[in-house]
């Protein structure tokens, strides 16, 4: 259910050091102007609380937040957030240490440098490093058990769960967003540094880059709930219950060390891997997805978004800028604000005027509650014209009579369905009844449509034998 906005087109080159240099068209971002566009962003999209940071070649612009977590206190530059599958970028990182260091091979199988991988499905052999990294295994949320998955305890168990597994597509040839990648990829760090993934991080990327208060769930206390979205009106809830101690979502951090990350990335301050790794970071391939970064829309951003189910996030970098953007929320709900927020700071920073984030979660929220007591309304008014709809189907034929209930059926087996539908929607990712109740007020309204069609059904059919 995870929403992943990474769009793409390919840019040619890397973020050189010297991007702290203006290109022409930039603009000077201050923080008051930033903190201006923040007020007006949570005013228009009603987050809880959001935190960003904002940084320019070797510097941080700015870094803050606003509103509250769930336990009443403020949120700032210092506020733990989840940043869901902007963990993949700091992954794909720690994979091209090894890959420096020697320890792994970008293009030899999975099963050479890890062989406890195995999946019910010879292909699997011909999986690499890079076809993990670039999305481009093979594997799928439809061939793997993501139940199995969730219920994992270590990366060990979850590598473990694939045995039976199987593959969409040969290796290489298509891509295909799964998180399946990056867990067996963080598995892949553990196996080639002998240490655990979680102290891999902490010593060889967060350390390095001053990182102190960044950490996964496994090696730091688990942040505040988040919220949920019911309505219009904010519900504090714990995040979901799965598998969180993997490399495609794992990641704790604050504004304040997002920005130490981002001018790590811009290729100012302590660097991880080389300028060439930072290339094959960032190379497209296929579905124009390099590893763990992809590109915005009009070609001209390094980016990459992260939905859980309580919390949101949306990092970029402007090679031709040489700004940074990050931006969280302790916040979900049926429309991601933190991607629009990070293009509104991105638009600022070329001197352009940032467009305001709609109101899309409210404006979706209402029509799905009108639709919600319009539905309850229509299927006690199917009751009480069951009658009248029997008297009219008199003398006509069993199948005419089915054929006219159809309409009143329809919604109750879409709403049996509903998972897997929802799975449809999104591109084949696994839906749960579990999932769907983050975003209440989809569900209740298809729900509440499901339950007329019932009870006009039932009236009808009694009404249609009770005249017999």
């Known amino acids: 259910m995870h929403r992943v906005l990474i ?63 769930s336990q009443g206190n403020p949120i700032t530059a210092d506020s733990p957030m989840r940043i869901a599958s902007l963990s993949k970028s700091i ?25 406890e991988f195995r999946m019910d499905d ?73 240490r655990d993934f979680d102290d891999f991080l902490r010593e060889r990327v967060f350390g390095p880059l001053g990182m102190t208060a960044s950490g996964t769930d496994a090696n730091l206390p688990a942040p505040p709930d988040g919220f949920t979205s019911l309505f219009r009106q904010w519900v504090p809830r ?36 080389t300028a060439q790794s930072l290339t094959t970071m960032r190379t497209p391939v296929l579905h124009r997805y390099g590893m763990g970064w992809g590109t915005e829309e009009e070609g001209d951003m390094f980016v990459h978004s992260g939905n859980l189910f309580t919390y949101n996030a949306a990092q970029a970098i402007d090679p031709n800028t040489g700004y940074g953007f990050a931006v969280m929320t302790n916040s979900s709900g049926l429309a991601d604000d933190t991607y629009p927020i990070m293009l509104g700071l991105a638009a600022m920073s070329r001197g352009q005027t940032p467009e305001i984030p709609g109101r899309t979660r409210q404006w979706t929220e209402i029509a799905l509650a009108v639709t919600t007591v319009a539905a309850l309304g229509l299927g006690v008014l199917g009751a009480i014209r069951a009658r009248r709809w029997a008297r009219a189907r008199l003398g006509k034929s069993v199948w005419w009579t089915g054929a ?53 059904t039932v009236a009808r059919l009694r009404s249609v034998s009770s005249r017999g």
């Not at 000077?28 to 609380?49: E, Q, W, Y």
């Not at 593959?167 to 963080?186: F, H, K, M, Q, S």
């Not at 598998?243 to 100012?268: E, H, K, P, Y």
Request: aromatic share 4%; with cysteine.
């Open 238 to 273: 714990p995040e979901l219950a799965g598998f969180l101690g993997g490399g495609a979502g794992s990641v704790i951090t604050t504004a304040a060390d997002m920005g130490r990350w981002l001018i790590s990335n811009t290729g100012n301050g302590p660097q991880l891997v």
């Open 122 to 194: 010879a292909r699997a052999d011909r999986i690499t490093v890079r076809h993990l990294l670039n999305q481009t295994s093979g594997l799928s949320d439809r061939t793997v058990d993501i139940g199995a998955t969730d219920h994992a305890r270590s990366l060990t168990d979850y590598v473990a769960t694939m045995r039976t597994g199987a593959l969409v597509a040969e290796p290489g040839t298509r891509w295909a967003y799964c998180n399946v990648n990056y867990d067996i990829a963080a598995r892949l760090v553990e196996a080639a540094s002998g």
């Open 91 to 115: 992954t794909a990182t720690a994979v091209m240490m090894l890959v420096e260091d020697g320890h792994l091979s970008l293009d030899r199988p999975v099963v050479e440098q890890l062989p």
């Open 404 to 456: 006219r209930l159809l309409p009143a059926v329809v919604p109750v087996l879409l709403f049996a369905a509903f998972p897997l539908v929802m799975s449809v929607i999104m591109g084949g990712r696994t839906v749960t009844w579990a999932q769907l109740t983050y975003y209440a007020p989809l569900p209740i309204a298809v729900g509440a449509v499901a339950a007329a069609g019932l009870v006009t």
């Open 7 to 69: 769009t793409a087109v390919i840019i040619v080159g890397l973020v050189a050091p010297s991007s702290a240099v203006a290109a022409p068209g930039s603009a000077v971002l201050s923080p008051a102007a930033i903190d201006d566009f923040l007020a007006k962003a949570m005013d228009s999209t009603g987050l809880p609380g959001i935190s960003l940071v904002v940084t320019r070649g070797d510097s941080v612009v700015h870094a803050t937040g606003a509103g509250q977590d």
